[in-house]
């Protein structure tokens, strides 16, 4: 089955969706939900059945790259990021209909709940298709699919200011990258004459090409890509957007988005890092970020005591691991012998995966019956409720890059690929991230194990659904911690 | 799966069957009393005259490409880590039998022993590891049992912020100790994980390391042991957590796991790096003089019992680096039975402190006297115990340190060098270690009866039992150290010797 039919199946699934929710008479809008986790289970299966096509002539190929692995890798991660979030979300119903509550009398009492199941699914679509997204125009187009889906999803709760305040920021800091981005482009293909992405490596390689031209075309796309994944000195709408935003679409952005951000992110920066002229100023330029981005994300994260803000400068301390890895990257002649930036971010992600969306499991499950994401709402967790702690505390272990855990391998890669290009900052500001995510990390178990919770609380009930997906993603995070292979055996 | 799989295993399933809803105090008895039981099985089938380094090897591979090291989750034991396995079961047999009991706990008993299995087993995981990554994970799984278990049972006001220290100091010197091993695998080609085939490399004049890339290395790998070893300067964390951690986690903790960096260093760093361990040895020197002098003095100012103990533990780390540096057969193999003994005879120091303040709810020695009138079988305990860790003949500690002493003085045939001034001078801590225990012994045990509490009932079989145990596998060694060192001899003669002695 050829690779593109996936995303065509995705976006019949939502069309579907939307039908469903505007057609037929639902007592609870919720069932919505689960035709996209079903279909969703069927397409991650699918994805394992694909075929590369038999000719990669013709336009369409131009536009969409033949079904590598690493594409293939990073649409199953879109993929299962959007099944987890549609959990998440069905779980977070509740406070979507109250937060959305329509005053018109008549109305259903879950209005507007259904596009929050169907939206998930186009930008799931939009996630896959950046994953085989080969030529600046389908890099722009698949990009602004998923970033307008996410506009709408971000500002979701209209009765609530602190999602309007998300949703604003967003669009506007999010337009302005995408001028950046535009504006890179046009000077990328003023410079190669070409927006195939092959073709632009080849124009980048000749020794006589502009390099300062090149070079500004590269800043001004690297600081629209370095928006998308949370590189700092950009990052700084990720904090208010992903705590005003609903607890579900948090997830997406901090999973979905930043993974096919950061595919973007590689198959834009490596025309320029294999340009002999360029790769030596391009690197430079990577490692300020990486070293910006892991002492902001990590030592931000230390005072925080909003679980959700914690979580979204933990985001930006994990996109410096990633830059770390890209601005890593080796020479053409030690290849084969250490493992290529692209590897070692894609297994990152895998298991970035794993942990993030576990916590967001968790704190979905933990606010249907806490208000508020405060750390003090998980006083006492480990009483009320030791699964639900249990799990939590694997996942912060593992994003605190715990050994036995998923998160160690990606660390553990990162740090080893800095070691053998000796790149020495890097891997000391590395460490000191690394050190102070055991602090933040750990916080959280603070609060759940050595507080005791103020009254008498009930355990908090979690649906038979959500505590399948948090058990499987438990046992993930332990198996790929055990044995990375799990993971990197997908990989090429 | 071999006998040796099971072993590490067994308390690592039983944490998780405990997490499930096993009965936990019945589990982790029978987990750790199996494995202790295993273990002494592998001891009797040990063969002390096989070449090669390891015996029961098993090997998984997890992961074979070419771009990265081969990982093989592969266990093995040779004399040294045999020695270690025995002293982290019976250690943890012992600390699952004075822990108290599910009643007794306020809170999760469940996280109680799931915690203490969590220690135990990654203690003999990391030690029956011959794959180098995992020999560091295992270590490493400790790390949030240990946070939970002085966060919330541990005695006293600043346990949180104990909990936090020592967690933070063994997170970052385990950080610089993975920069060192990843440096360490890439110098030596960046093929294997394995420990044998990597000293093998090493060993071999092609393939290891540049001389001067051994310096930093081991400098990398003597922070990141030392900082888990309570090497000074890196001690601070020790006495603290030992002072406020429940019994059972200090006993596991001081007696076994804080002995995985010097196991590291004996295993990992003398064999790879050589040349940069004789760079820096004036400075392990001086190091592990501050341990013995210094925070030997600062023992003796110590006023209650259980910092105090905390402090002895870390001053007597300093003996075992002075046998790694005599670096000779008898030095080595006398600080590989100084871990033994020091690791059994400060367990049971632990031990008869939690009792002490669990009875009398104090340590202080101001606040105590006269006790081994209302206690006499646990004033003839602490005697023994004390008396072992000052080093008295007849236990093993003695035959350990009167083995490193001699090893260090080997080489005093041609003209007093470095390390022998340094042992002259260590030599006086044995007279330091006399005085802060007699004193201890003398303030708690003599004198007139200070405690206005009624005195408390003596010992019972069921509490002396897990002591028993300790006191003797102490005095079967102070007795025949042969029992240990037949086992410890050839598996440095081996393989892992670094120098002729």
């Known amino acids: ?101 329509d005053p018109e009398p008549g109305a259903h009492p879950q209005a507007g709940l259904g596009e929050f199941f169907a939206l998930p699914m186009f930008a799931c679509a939009g996630l896959m298709w950046m994953a085989s997204a080969n030529n600046l125009v389908s890099i722009f187009v698949s990009l602004e699919t998923v970033t307008i889906t996410f506009y709408i999803l971000v500002a979701y709760l209209r009765r609530n200011v602190g999602s309007l305040e998300a949703g604003v920021k967003y669009l506007i800091l999010g337009a302005l990258s995408t001028g950046f981005l535009v504006y890179g482009f046009a000077w990328l293909f003023g410079i190669t004459g070409s927006m195939q992405l092959s073709e632009i490596a080849t124009a980048l390689a000749d020794p006589s090409i502009n390099t300062t031209a090149a070079f500004f075309a590269f800043a001004l796309i690297l600081v629209a890509v370095a928006f998308k994944v949370g590189g700092a000195p950009f990052h700084f709408w990720i904090p208010d957007v992903y705590q005003g935003a609903p607890t579900p679409i948090t997830a997406f952005l901090s999973v979905g988005s930043k993974a096919a951000g950061f595919i973007v992110f590689l198959r834009l920066v490596d025309p320029f890092l294999a340009s002999a002229p360029l790769v030596g100023k391009v690197t430079t330029v990577l490692s300020v970020i990486a070293i910006l981005t892991l002492l902001m994300g990590n030592l931000a994260a230390m005072p925080q005591k909003n679980f959700k803000r914690l979580l979204a400068y933990s985001s930006v301390a994990h996109a410096g691991f990633l830059i770390m890895a890209l601005a890593s990257s080796p020479d053409a002649s030690a290849a084969g012998q250490s493992m290529s930036p692209t590897t070692v971010i894609s297994f990152y992600l895998g298991a970035y995966l794993l942990m993030t969306l576990l916590a967001f ?10 208000a508020g994401e405060d750390l003090n709402a998980y006083k006492g967790l480990a009483k009320r409720s030791p699964f639900l702690a249990f799990t939590l505390l694997i996942s912060m272990a593992s994003l605190a890059g715990i050994p036995l855990t998923a998160g160690f391998f990606g660390k553990f890669f990162v740090f080893k690929l800095a070691a053998e290009q000796q790149n020495w900052t890097l891997l000391v500001v590395g460490l000191i991230g690394a050190a102070a995510g055991f602090y933040y990390y750990l916080k959280i178990a603070v609060s759940m194990f050595f507080e005791s919770s103020d009254d008498d609380a009930l355990a908090i009930p979690v649906r038979t659904t959500t505590r399948i997906a948090m058990i499987a993603l438990t046992i993930a995070i332990i198996a790929v911690g055990i044995n990375p292979g799990l993971i990197l055996g997908l990989l090429p | 799966m071999s006998i040796l799989e099971i072993i590490v295993f067994l308390p690592l399933v039983a944490a998780l069957a405990i997490g499930f809803g096993a009965p936990a105090r019945f589990t982790a008895l029978g987990a750790s ?63 699952v039998l004075v822990s108290p009991k599910e009643a007794e706990l306020k809170r999760s008993p469940q996280l109680f022993y799931l915690s203490l299995l969590l220690i135990g087993g990654g203690a003999i995981g990391a030690f029956c590891s011959t794959d180098l ?33 020592i967690t933070i100091y063994l997170g970052v010197g385990s950080l610089v100790l993975l920069v060192g091993l990843i440096l360490a695998v ?65 006993m596991l903790h001081a007696g076994v796991l804080k002995k995985f960096g010097l196991y590291g260093l004996i295993r990992v760093a003398l064999p790879i790096v050589p040349a940069g361990f004789e760079t820096y040895l004036n400075l392990v020197l001086v190091l592990l003089l501050g341990n013995i002098i210094y925070l030997g003095l600062v023992t003796i100012a110590q006023k209650q019992l259980d910092r105090m103990l905390g402090y002895s533990s ?133 004198g007139p009866i200070a405690s206005k509490l009624e005195a408390p009932s003596d010992l019972t079989w069921a509490t002396r039992l897990p002591l028993l145990l300790l006191l003797v596998a102490l ?22 010797l670094i120098k002729a002695g």
């Not at chain 1, 057609?23 to 279909?39: E, V």
């Not at chain 2, 199996?34 to 005259?49: D, E, G, P």
């Open chain 2, 133 to 165: 990554f995992f020999l560091y994970a295992f270590h490493e799984l400790a790390l949030i049992p240990t946070f939970l278990m002085i966060g919330i049972f541990g005695r006293g006001e600043n346990r949180v912020r104990t909990a936090w220290t």
């Open chain 2, 314 to 446: 870390v001053m007597h780390m300093g003996y075992v680096f002075l046998g790694i540096a005599a670096g000779n057969e008898l030095g080595i193999s006398g600080a590989v039975l100084l871990m033994f003994a020091h690791g059994i005879s400060i367990a049971l120091l632990f031990a008869l402190c939690g009792w002490l303040q669990e009875k009398y709810g104090t340590l202080e020695f101001e606040k105590l006297g006269g006790i081994a009138k209302q206690v006499p079988r646990l004033g003839l305990l602490f005697g023994f115990a004390a008396f072992a860790a000052a080093g008295l003949p007849g236990f093993a500690n003695f035959a350990a340190e009167i083995e490193i002493f001699i090893g260090a003085f080997k080489g005093a045939e041609n003209g007093i060098g470095w390390i022998q001034w340094t042992t002259i001078i260590a030599l006086w801590g044995v007279v330091i270690s006399g005085v802060y225990m007699l004193r201890a012994y003398r303030s708690i045990f003599m």
């Open chain 1, 361 to 370: 499991l968790v704190m979905t499950t933990v606010r249907g019956q806490v």
């Open chain 1, 1 to 101: 089955m050829p690779v593109y039919y996936l995303e065509i199946i995705v976006v019949v699934l939502g069309l579907l969706m939307l039908m469903v929710d505007a057609f037929a008479k639902l007592d609870d809008k919720r069932s919505i939900a689960s035709i996209g986790i079903i279909g969703l289970i069927v397409v991650f299966g699918l994805l394992f059945k694909v075929v590369p096509p038999e000719s990669t002539e013709g336009v369409f190929w131009q536009f969409y790259s033949a079904g590598d692995q690493t594409a293939l890798f990073f649409k199953g991660i879109a993929v299962l990021t959007t099944l987890i979030v549609l959990i998440m979300a069905s779980d977070f119903s509740p406070i979507v209909v109250r937060q959305t509550a």
């Open chain 2, 33 to 95: 009393a199996l494995t202790l039981i295993a273990s002494l099985v592998l001891a009797i089938q040990f063969k002390t005259n096989v070449e090669g380094p390891f015996q029961f090897e098993s090997s998984r591979t997890m992961l074979d490409i070419a771009e990265f090291p081969t990982l093989s989750l592969s266990f093995g034991l040779d004399g040294i880590s045999l020695v270690m396995l025995l002293l982290s079961t019976i250690v943890m047999v012992a600390a």
């Open chain 2, 186 to 250: 890439i110098a030596l080609g960046g093929t294997t994980f394995n420990i044998a085939d990597l000293v093998a490399l090493a060993k071999n004049p092609e393939t290891g390391i540049a001389a001067k890339q051994q310096g930093g290395i081991f400098l990398l790998l003597l922070i990141g042991f030392g900082t888990l070893v309570s090497l000074f300067p890196f001690h601070s964390w020790a006495a603290p957590a030992y002072a406020e951690a429940p019994a059972p986690v200090a």
């Open chain 2, 475 to 496: 005095m079967a060694v102070g007795f025949i150290p042969e029992l240990l060192n037949q086992f410890i001899r050839p598996a440095i003669n081996g393989f892992f």
